[in-house]
């Protein structure tokens, strides 16, 4: 195979597992996993390992939330013989529980920086490991302290 060939099949892969969740698909979410030792720490959660833990995990995201969209964006994928890595931002759209019947619950933003290792299989691109880490938000508009070097006035020596 190709470089080129193999890149577009992580892409792939990579954008199946959003698909499912974004569906609540959990048995094809399943299927995208290694059947091996696999690991997964969500946003503010512990590292999770094995097959079981982390499976069970995304059964609970997927019963606790009504709507998840994720729109992907800085993609990077990077080959390496049977390996592969995936860096993106997931710019995440959620919403809980509806309020009254029928009605979409409150919706909710956030950022989420993500790594997934995906190793390839006779079946194709297997995820290995997802590690989301939140983006926190700047308070101030530069991010930088009015009293920084540019700002003090200096005496002449």
Same mark, same amino acid.
Request: negative net charge; charged residues 30%.
């Given at each position: 195979m190709t470089a080129a060939t193999d890149v577009e %099949?992580? %892409?792939?892969?990579?954008?199946?597992?959003? %698909?499912?969740? %974004?569906?609540? &698909?959990? &048995?094809?979410?399943?299927?995208?996993?290694?059947? &091996?030792?696999?690991s997964c720490v969500h946003p503010g959660w512990p590292v999770l390992s094995g097959r079981g833990d982390v499976l069970r995990s995304y059964a609970l995201i997927m019963a606790n939330t009504e709507y998840i969209q994720f729109f992907l964006t800085d993609v990077v994928v990077t080959v390496a013989d049977d390996t592969a890595l995936v860096t993106c931002t997931e710019n995440i759209l959620s919403g809980g529980p509806a309020e009254e019947a029928g009605e979409l619950g409150p919706l909710v933003g956030q950022l989420v920086v993500a790594t997934n290792a995906f190793r390839r299989t006779p079946e194709g691109w297997k995820l290995w490991s997802h590690h989301g880490s939140p983006v926190l938000a700047e308070t101030g508009e530069s991010g930088e302290s009015d009293d920084g070097p540019d700002d003090v006035d200096q005496a002449p020596a």
């Open positions: %099949e992580v %892409e792939l892969a990579n954008t199946a597992f959003y %698909e499912t969740m %974004e569906r609540g &698909d959990f &048995d094809a979410l399943s299927t995208l996993w290694l059947h &091996d030792e696999i």
